[in-house]
Nanobody
Framework: QVQLVESGGGSVQSGGSLRLTCAASGYSLSSTCMGWFRQAPGEGREGVAHISWSGGTGYADSVKGRFTISRDNAKNTLYLQMNSLKPEDTAIYYC??????????????????WGQGTQVTVSS
């Protein structure tokens, strides 16, 4: 059974940092594009970052230079390091597996396996 479990969310002040973790079971992260998405209250789910099977990365403009996506294949774990957090980063963050090696566009609709999400709250 494929399962993705996020952790590491919490409440921080503006300018703070958090590192999100996504642990996979029943699935090898190294063979597929993985992504981080977020959904704020009343908003649609938006792409934050993705990483291909070869390590190529892509980011939403709103997080470039502040967030870093990475993967530890030995631990079968995906990470999202978030620095210089802003109140507008407040959302539920989800990790997702695409099921294909290359990433392409950072759209939720092309990712087939999702975690349950972890809440990130940034106060001003």
């Amino acid at each position: 059974q494929v399962q993705l479990v996020e952790s590491g969310g919490g409440s921080v002040q503006s300018g703070g940092s958090l590192r999100l973790t996504c642990a996979a079971s029943g699935y090898s992260l190294s063979s597929t594009c993985m992504g981080w998405f977020r959904q704020a209250p009343g908003e649609g789910r938006e792409g934050v970052a993705h990483i291909s099977w070869s390590g190529g990365t892509g980011y939403a403009d709103s997080v470039k230079g502040r967030f870093t996506i990475s993967r530890d294949n030995a631990k079968n774990t995906l990470y999202l390091q978030m620095n210089s957090l802003k109140p507008e980063d407040t959302a539920i963050y989800y990790c997702a597996a695409k099921g294909r090696p290359a990433c392409g566009m950072l759209k939720p609709s092309v990712f087939g396996t999702w975690g349950q999400g972890t809440q990130v709250t940034v106060s001003s």
